[in-house]
RNA sequence: GCGCUCGUAGCUCAGCUGGAUAGAGCAUCGGAUUUCGAUUCCGAGGGUCGGAGGUUCGAAUCCUUCCGAGCGCGCCA
């Protein structure tokens, strides 16, 4: 059980505090031992106009506890009025008990924002969760594609670390196949070439992009002719090393443009290292569980294949763990199969410690999903948990139309070239305004306009418009309004926040408060894009209100005749800055002081 | 043929793991704005939540079944 009790927060109070009044009556009531009081929740209304949050407690406990849920709310109702921080309850519709609080609570609400900071919303002491994505094939630069589970996964961890877990960032390099000695091949032409050898044009079945140029390059400064005297057999695993080293190389300087950095590469290849082989060991492992057989496959319906050959292989008994059909682990040319050392992969990171773990997937490998769970279930005895989660394919756009691929490095955009133009935070911040599994439009042109239709400057105009209004209150009323965000809280923390009493500044209190709430179900359901969602309305609201202040003098940030007021305000402005420098942190998007 | 994902306003999408009268942004129409520093703000119209059944106090959400789209479908990673 993550400890929440370093982070207090509203919503997580309150229901506390339904939890105990239901307690309570069930001791005088004689309900049944073992009542579930899972099921409460506490949130806001969807009509406001109903108060400020609101219960199902009544609907949830009413078959249990034997009575009709109305009746059950009253009792409950009748504990929750004794509350000191509850202003109202009522009950209304099926049971629901709406509450309202005192406003004080609202205040309290946004002292907390400022006590803790950075911290606000943080948890602390989870467990072990282990993230991976990208894990993209080190055969080549990053692409666009490439660049969403990216971002999504670096995000859902940075969400999960500030949900109290402990988190290992990991890439999966796919250095055993066969695809990486087309890599060596193609690289050993690049090399002959930097040798000086005309070799013309890349034939059919080699990568051809200009990438691997240096790689030849260095192989030769490197070599110098040795290598070319050689057989394949002989220089390819030299070739293979340098390439993969090299390729490796170029994909975390790519990542590093995103800002995104990994704890752990993991090497497929190690996997199989002679004298230390770990999927022999796991094939062995689910061998003696029974889970593992001799056995025939039926040929694939759909898209015929040609070759195939009916034969007698080693097969992994997925079926039995949910899968539709077996699954093959040793090739006709005797090599493991992808599968093979995946399930050694996943094997290895439960007995590293990770019960939780979390792949992060393209949306063709979601055939995959069911084999790799069943794989977890076998060979973790059902202790480990696989959740996959799948980005959806990147519609690259310019003002509509869709981006032609270039041919600079192959036939595709990289990643590289999409953050050079529009710049990292743009990236960041519209891969994750979207679920992860719904296809999304990025459109080149619109991400960098400066207007409401781009929410990526309108959520950070927020947060420069908030140190906007300090900057001007600084020139006003309060010379010595301190710059540095820690003084500046410390100094804001004496205010009068009772002074913020009307309707909008309270909505906006309200929204503030719900932030923790917001991180911990988009931490449990592995949605970062909620809290872009969130930030967004935050932003709304707060230049919903700045706006106000126009027509309505009295609701202006500053009230140059009213110190007082205008602190409480300006420790207001900081707990919407707080919040959303927080969020736009855990998304890895800059929150930025100044608009330029 | 099978599996997975998806189907919500004219368009692009949210919908807090089952809650009350389904919400935003574009677009359309109507207003406000010589600004604490913008590129804003307020309001209106617009819906059979793909269709049909079911589960229960209650369904966009869960189950079944159709329809439609995308992805995948032995030894490719």
Redesign the pocket.
Known sequence: MPDTSSSPHLFADVLARVHAACRALAAEANWPEGIDFGRV?V?????A???DM?T?AA??L??EAKAK?RDLAEQIAEKLRADALIAKVDV?????I?LTLKPAAWAEALRTVLREGTDYGRVRGGSKVNVEYVSA?PTGPMHVGHCRGAVFGDALASLLQFGGHDVTREYYI?D????VDVLARSAFLRYREALGEDIGAIPEGFYPGDYLKPVGQALAKEYGEKLRAMSEAEWLPTVRAKAIAMMMDEIRDDLAALNIRHDVFFS?RSLIETGNNKVAETIDFLKAKGDIYEGR?PP????P?E?????E?LLFKATAYGD?VD??LI???N?Y???ASDIAYHKNKFDRGFAEMIDVWG????????RMQAAVKATTSGKGELDVK?V??VKLLRNGEPVKMGKRAGNFVTLRDVVDEVGQDAVRFMMLY??N?????FDLAKVI?????NPV?YVQ?GH??G???F???RA?VFPDLPDDTDKRIAWLSESALERLSDPVELDLLKRLA?YP??LE?AA????P??IA?YL?DLA?EF??L??????LPYL???INNDAVLTKARLAMVQGVVSVLASGLAILGVHAPD???
């Open positions: 929740v949130e806001p209304p969807r009509d106009s109903h108060g609101a199902n609907m949830v009413a078959k849920p209304a519709g099926p049971g629901f709406n094939n796919n055993a196949g066969a695809q497929e496959l694939p319906k759909g898209a294949v070759d195939w050959e009916d034969r292989q539709d699954r093959p090739k006709s040319d090599s199969t992808y599968f949306a063709d490998h979601g055939g995959y999903i069911k799948i959806q394919l979207r679920k599994d719904a296809v999304l439009d306009e400066q207007s409401r239709d400057f105009y420069a418009r140190h906007s209004i900057r001007n209150a006003e719900i709430r917001m179900a449990a359901a592995h949605e894009h909620r969602f967004y709304s230049h919903a700045w706006t106000k202040g126009r027509d202006r940030f500053i100044e608009m330029r």
